[in-house]
């Protein structure tokens, strides 16, 4: 409600300059495999983790179909032409490629699918991003223990290599796992998501450390065998919200830097710089001491892991949706916990663009990234197709991008909207993020375009947004 009044007074006060945006700024939207491919039992693929628990949960909905874009994905590239964007993002579907996860055996099929869309934007004029991993993990992946098993890295790093083999001649920009901390805080520390687990005292770390080795494994792959072949660049999707302290008091700008560093500097810090945020070492040893534990539940790195996994970066991907005000909120000791470790809480603030700004600006200085390309940004509406709404959340977003790229100086290159269409948002179809609107009653799930469809591709082709 205060977020609809606000954007209403930020519609009717709005002046409707005009605004240039650089010529060399690229425009994008984004997918991933699992939410929109459907065809899960089909041409070859292997089960998933996503397919497996969905299942088994009796949801009434799932990704058996989605927006069928595994059948659909030449629709896909005509909207993605007409949108007149400079880039897609998509994931490949790990156990399309290998059913089992293992090079064990090769899905034909699979590869082939990837060669078409990839080659199909291509002639279009739409560079490929490609994503690796969007957590449709191959469920005997997941059996052999998944994000806890050390050994995941070496058949991440197998599956990477294929990939690398296969579309390394025509894909420049790779990302490797897609935000590590929903993967590791949601999915295995707050079973928010699938495989739901509730290891959000230790086995949340044992995620991250996994998690790390795994995509520096397949950034030094490329890095070692591909580069001076292909010259791409190689990435991990880091996804950040910005925090303003509740007040001015230190405790709570104390909070906030914490927040920043347990969510974004848990999995920047050790690829920008180099080890765990200082304070996570610190905190998370005190703490574990003082629960009984013979170790710090944070696994230390040893000098090798930290040199192998320091510098696994050719750009900063980033993904961003959301702003909150932070307090501190320090507990004494009772059961381990994440939450604990931070010692801060916050709550979602309202419609604040500016900590856009903020946050690209905290990132610059404090990792001093190559380049930034946002990874993935948008607003979540119901489903309607006058989605004014969104349209006033990206001119205000995309106005603060500008202002950090020519007032900040910061070097970003690119900024891609979540979503291209509406898709299946990990539980749910009820949560809307597309420019394109798709009916997931009907059986040919026809694409509509959105307001904000037609608004994106008119700013794209004078590029000047109106602010
Ligand atoms: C694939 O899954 C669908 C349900 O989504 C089912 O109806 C169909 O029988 C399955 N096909 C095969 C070959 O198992
Ligand atoms: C903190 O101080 C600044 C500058 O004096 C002020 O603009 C801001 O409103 C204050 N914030 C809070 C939460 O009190
Ligand atoms: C990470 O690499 C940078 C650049 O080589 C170096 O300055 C820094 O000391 C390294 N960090 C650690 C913790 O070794
Ligand atoms: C652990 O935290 C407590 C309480 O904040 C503090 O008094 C103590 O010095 C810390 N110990 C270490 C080893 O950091
Ligand atoms: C922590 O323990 C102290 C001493 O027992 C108590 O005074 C304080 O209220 C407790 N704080 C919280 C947040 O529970
Ligand atoms: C803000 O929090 C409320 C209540 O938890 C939630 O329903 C809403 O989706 C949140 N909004 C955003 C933008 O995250
Ligand atoms: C969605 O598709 C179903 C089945 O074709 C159709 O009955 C329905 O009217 C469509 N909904 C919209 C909003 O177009």
């Known amino acids: 409600m205060g977020m609809k009044l606000y954007l209403l007074l930020f519609i009717l006060g709005s002046s409707h300059a005009a605004r240039n945006i650089p010529k060399d700024l690229w425009f994008g939207l984004a997918t991933a495999a699992f939410q929109s491919e459907g065809a899960w039992n089909e041409s070859g693929k292997g089960e998933s983790i996503w397919d497996r628990f969905i299942h088994n949960a009796n949801l009434r909905v799932n990704g058996d179909t989605t927006c069928d874009s595994y059948h659909k994905w030449q629709e896909d590239i005509e909207n993605l032409k007409k949108l007149n964007v400079n880039h897609y993002r998509f994931s490949i579907s790990w156990p399309r490629i290998l059913p089992d996860g293992t090079l064990k055996s090769i899905n034909q099929e699979g590869i082939d699918h990837y060669h078409k869309l990839i080659q199909g934007l291509i002639e279009a004029g739409i560079e490929p991003l490609v994503t690796i991993y969007h957590w449709d993990m191959p469920m005997h992946i ?31 920009y790779w990302l490797t796992i897609n935000e590590p901390y929903s993967i590791c805080n949601r999915a295995y520390g707050a079973g928010q998501l699938v495989p739901w687990l509730n290891l959000i005292g230790d086995g949340i770390y044992q995620c991250s450390y996994v998690l790390l080795k795994a995509h520096a494994r397949a950034y030094r792959i490329y890095d070692e065998e591909f580069k001076s072949k292909y010259n791409g660049k190689v990435g991990l999707v880091i996804s950040a919200d910005w925090y303003e302290p509740a007040s ?56 090798e892991e930290i040199d192998y996994i320091n510098g696994t970066h050719d750009y900063f991907a980033l993904n961003t949706y959301d702003n909150y005000i932070a307090k501190n909120d320090e507990q004494n000791i009772t059961n381990p916990s994440y939450w604990f470790d931070v010692g801060a809480s916050w709550v979602n603030n309202t419609y604040y663009p500016e900590g856009f700004r903020k946050l690209l600006n905290f990132i610059n200085d404090r990792y001093q990234p190559e380049s930034i390309m946002i990874t993935e940004n948008g607003l979540i509406t119901g489903d309607y197709l006058e989605d004014d709404d969104r349209i006033a959340f990206l001119r205000g977003y995309i106005n603060s991008l500008l202002d950090a790229i020519e007032e900040d100086k910061i070097n970003i290159v690119g900024y891609t909207l979540w979503s291209l269409m509406d898709d299946f948002e990990w539980g749910s179809y009820n949560f809307r993020f597309g420019l394109i609107r798709v009916n997931f009653t009907d059986p040919n799930r026809a694409r509509t375009w959105k307001n904000s469809g037609y608004w994106y591709k008119n700013i794209l082709e004078t590029r000047i947004l109106d602010i």
């Open 142 to 172: 997941y059996e052999l223990g998944g994000f806890l098993n050390p050994q995941f890295a070496d058949y991440f790093g197998d599956y990477a290599r294929l990939l690398y083999q296969e579309y390394g001649p025509y894909v420049r």
């Open 248 to 303: 001015n008091t230190t405790v709570d700008s104390d909070a906030r830097e914490r927040i920043l560093q347990f969510q974004l500097g848990w999995f920047a810090n050790p690829v920008f710089k180099g080890n765990w945020p200082q304070i996570m070492i610190d905190r998370i040893a005190n703490r574990s001491a003082q629960e009984g534990f013979a170790r710090s539940r944070l696994p230390q790195f040893t000098q």
